[in-house]
């Protein structure tokens, strides 16, 4: 019987007026330690997230997420902090800041199989 193992997600908010504090969640962040499992998974609906504010650089969110993603990852291209170890990633990725890309506060759950599971929170919190 497989065994149930410890992961944390936080969901990725593109905030595009800050003052305004309204967000569009276009990701989710998860980690398991356990399964060595760390990885973001992002969708970006350029009509729902131009209905808070028009003047979004789409290509500049696309790149600002895939430097998340290479330091998710440990990806030579995520530059120093993706030589940290996961948890350090993981940690940083998810760490407080009042910007334009914000994640939610860390969530725990429990969990067979990583990858299915965030696939299940992506499509549940983003699609």
């Known amino acids: 019987m497989q065994e149930r193992t410890l992961y944390e997600y936080a969901t990725v908010r593109l905030v595009p007026r800050v003052e305004r504090e309204e ?4 990701g989710v962040l998860l980690f398991c330690k356990k399964q060595r499992y760390a990885q973001l998974l992002y969708h970006i609906d350029s ?25 998710c990852l440990g990806n030579r291209a995520g530059g120093a902090l993706a030589a940290l170890d996961q948890t350090e990633r993981f940690r940083w990725l998810t760490a407080k800041r009042s910007t334009w890309l914000q994640c939610s506060p860390v969530h725990p759950g429990l969990c067979l199989d990583a990858a299915s599971t965030h696939s299940e929170l992506f499509h549940k ?3």
């Open 47 to 71: 009509d729902r997230c131009a209905l808070l504010s028009p003047e979004i650089d789409f290509e500049k969110l696309k790149a600002h997420l895939e430097s998340m993603q290479d330091i």
């Open 125 to 127: 919190l983003v699609l």
């Open 23 to 26: 967000f569009v969640n276009i």
